[in-house]
């Protein structure tokens, strides 16, 4: 239903097609306004959360989103309480993992009608990050649907609730929106998974993009053409600039994201090094005060005045709650689709 694999996974939003993905946006709004089909499509179903990587909100608002359905869900968090487990093909387990994941999941699959599963990249694999190859090996083993909870590339359901948040505040009217993803100084380098997904998430909807970053922080280049098709075909546009205040200049979204980037994987200590000489990019009020009216978005956490001002974040610009309601809303969207 969501892809054509043997199972109807959520993976990412390049697997799902156009009209299933507006489906899941209205369905997420009408989930908010109690106006959803009514029922208990969970009744009688369960879910086992896995998590490789912390969480907040992924984590409750999955478990919320279950209950609410009326499905049981169970959490686990890898290597504390279960075993360590081993990845990859032809692997000779003869060191600290007890357990390969292959079995692991094959097993989840026998006791849950679907499984959710966060696993970061690896920060030191391009290839097998851009790939999602940690994912795919997952949703390869699984018999039965795998929601990703955020991967190393992409983290659909934050961006199916982000594009709820703004079909909900634009009341419908998005297409002529200018959405910057704007890239932000943060002390680590953090994964892409959000930033890919919002850039995807903007220009499926026909938003004019602008993607503003460091020389030094460019995204994968096969995902910026995918972006680029995606906003051409909803006659949307996707910009990159490399001058912050230019982009938000007439915003009607920004949408503030760290990342590390391809540079991470080449060359690390230059990417920190380029990372702390952009400490200035920073979402502030006088940035915000030259957008057309602008809304500010996080996909949270978010580090108060090194990635965003206080006064930004406090003011009544700031949507980053509703995104974090909108969390729920899109999971029980996602999971009254997989059990309809
Ligand atoms: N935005 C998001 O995925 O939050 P968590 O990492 O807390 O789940």
Redesign the pocket.
């Known amino acids: 239903m969501l892809t054509k694999t043997k199972a109807p996974h959520f993976l990412n939003g390049p697997s799902i097609d156009n009209d299933t993905w507006r489906a899941l946006v209205e369905s997420a709004v009408a989930h908010r306004y109690g106006t959803a089909s009514a029922g208990q499509p969970g009744a009688g179903r369960s879910i086992a959360l896995m998590f490789f990587n912390?969480?907040?909100?992924?984590?409750t608002s999955m478990e919320q989103a279950a209950a609410q359905l009326g499905a049981d869900a169970t959490t686990l968090v890898a290597g504390q309480g279960t075993w360590n487990f081993a990845w990859g093909d032809e692997v000779v387990m003869d060191g600290e993992e007890a357990e390969h994941i292959h079995e692991a999941i094959g097993v989840l699959a026998r006791y849950y009608d679907a499984l959710g599963v966060r696993v970061f990249a690896s920060g030191t694999d391009y290839e097998l990050d851009r790939t999602d190859a940690r994912m795919q090996q997952i949703a390869g083993s699984a018999t039965v649907p795998v929601v990703n909870l955020?991967s190393a590339f992409y983290?659909p359901c934050?961006a199916l609730a982000d594009a709820a948040t703004l079909t909900d505040h634009f009341d419908g009217a998005v297409e002529d929106k200018k959405f910057v993803l704007t890239w932000t100084y943060h002390p680590k380098a953090l994964p892409m998974a959000v930033p890919n997904s919002a850039l995807l998430m903007a220009s499926r909807l026909g938003m004019d993009v602008t993607v503003a970053r460091p020389p030094s922080h460019a995204l994968d280049a096969s995902l910026m053409n995918q972006a680029e098709q995606a906003a051409r075909a909803q006659d949307g546009t996707v910009t990159t600039t490399e001058d912050i205040d230019a982009a938000v200049d007439d915003a009607d979204v920004v949408y503030a994201k760290s990342w590390g980037g391809p540079l991470v994987y080449t060359d690390p200590d230059r990417e920190a090094a380029e990372r702390e000489a952009h400490r200035h990019w920073r979402v502030t009020a006088d940035r915000m005060a030259t957008t057309n009216d602008g809304i500010f978005m996080h996909?949270?956490?978010a580090r108060r005045n090194v990635v965003v001002d206080d006064a930004v974040l406090d003011s009544p610009a700031a949507q980053h709650l509703l995104q974090a309601e909108y969390r729920l809303h899109a999971q029980k969207a996602i999971l009254a689709r997989l059990w309809q």
């Open positions: 912390p969480s907040l909100r992924t984590r955020e983290h934050q996909c949270l956490p």
